[in-house]
T-cell receptor, first 110, second 119 residues
Framework: QSALTQPASVSGSPGQSITISCTGT?????????VSWYQHHPGKAPKLILF???NRPSGVSDRFSGSKSDNTASLTISGLQAEDEAHYYC??????????FGGGTKLTVL | QVQLVESGGGLVKAGGSLRLSCAAS????????MSWIRQAPGKGLEWLSY????????YYGDSVKGRFIISRDNANNSVYLQMNSLTADDTAVYYC?????WGLGLDYWGQGALVTVSP
């Protein structure tokens, strides 16, 4: 059950768009539509921002979008805002019936 | 509104045991799987376990399989994590979370409970 692979850090300027990748295998990301993304500000509980690859929970900004191709899922944040600065984690269902997180990506808004 | 409140965290010696509780309110508890996740100091999120509606199926991450046991009490809207054979590597903030009815997302999280395992 290896963690999914995410870049350690990404950065962008306000108003720009950034994409965070999440790479797994065909036993997790590539095999199922159950990929979710979380935003985590230090000291707060993580927040679900996407589930089933592309679906946004009620109240989540449409600046957050998701996609998946083969074994890699991606989170795109458009129109970057200062408040988007946080850690982002992907998560996938696996063929073992378990869940697995990515290592996390720190987003810096310049 | 949905609320999840963890309790039971604290300081424990290596080799010891601890039981975390998570009290849920604001939703129909029996309609959701429940899950535990942790974050060690300076590390990322690690999924630990989830339990289905009526405790018929439970799943665990490799790092806790055989040592931790998840359970739920649907009459009291609570989920538990029994943690045994604790080591320093288990030092972390432990979160309980509700699993979405579709898509296996973790849509509501508690505030977290700190578990510190001393050598």
């Amino acid at each position: 059950q290896s963690a999914l692979t995410q870049p350690a850090s990404v950065s962008g300027s306000p108003g720009q768009s950034i994409t965070i990748s999440c790479t797994g295998t065909n036993s997790d990301v590539g095999g199922y539509k159950y990929v979710s993304w979380y935003q985590h500000h230090p000291g707060k509980a993580p927040k679900l921002i996407l589930f089933e690859v592309t679906n946004r929970p009620s109240g989540v900004s449409d600046r957050f979008s998701g996609s998946k191709s083969d074994n890699t899922a991606s989170l795109t944040i458009s129109g970057l805002q200062a408040e988007d600065e946080a850690h982002y984690y992907c998560n996938s269902y696996t063929s073992s019936g378990t869940l697995v997180f990515g290592g996390g990506t720190k987003l810096t808004v310049l | 509104q949905v609320q999840l409140v963890e309790s039971g965290g604290g300081l424990v010696k290596a080799g010891g045991s601890l039981r975390l509780s998570c009290a849920a309110s604001g939703f129909t508890f029996t309609e959701h799987y429940m899950s535990w996740i942790r974050q060690a100091p300076g590390k990322g999120l690690e999924w630990l376990s989830y339990i289905r509606y009526s405790s018929d199926y439970t799943y665990y991450g490799d790092s806790v399989k055989g040592r931790f046991i998840i359970s739920r009490d649907n009459a009291n809207n609570s989920v538990y994590l029994q943690m045994n054979s604790l080591t320093a590597d288990d030092t972390a903030v432990y979160y309980c979370a509700r699993v979405t009815q579709w898509g296996l997302g973790l849509d509501y999280w508690g505030q977290g409970a700190l578990v510190t395992v001393s050598p």
